[in-house]
């Protein structure tokens, strides 16, 4: 599973600070940034994965089927602050990959 992933979903969950179903954090997440363009997009499955092992781990709370809370104080204030601001580390990776697809196309005309 995409790092990525736990910390969106993390963070959308942190953010609004109530209960939340899957399909309302995958929504949430894709209207923010177009997760379905990289090598294994999100969906409503994926996020279930990572809250399944979140609730294991006792970061978030089955509300009922299918809608998750988090809980409070149950990962450290960095851990949760690099979540809150997942959409800075999407950004970095994408960046870097039109940076490494430029050079991919520049180096690929050179002859």
């Known amino acids: 599973m995409d790092p990525l992933y ?6 959308t969950l942190i953010r609004s600070g109530r209960a939340m179903s899957t399909s309302e954090i995958t929504k949430e997440i894709l209207s923010s940034r177009p997760m ?9 499955r994926k996020v279930a994965e990572v809250l399944r092992y979140q609730t294991r781990k ?6 009922s089927h299918g ?3 988090f809980v409070t104080g149950s990962m450290a ?10 959409e800075r580390w999407y950004d ?3 960046d870097q990959r039109r940076e490494w ?3 991919r196309n520049s180096t690929d005309t050179v002859q």
Do not use: M
């Open 67 to 69: 809608v998750y809370i």
């Open 92 to 94: 970095e990776e994408e």
């Open 6 to 11: 736990r910390r969106a979903v993390l963070g």
């Open 77 to 86: 204030r960095t851990t949760q602050w690099r979540c809150v601001r997942w």
């Open 36 to 44: 379905s363009t990289r090598a294994n997009p999100l969906d409503s």
């Open 58 to 63: 006792g970061t978030v709370r089955r509300v």
């Open 101 to 103: 697809a430029g050079a």
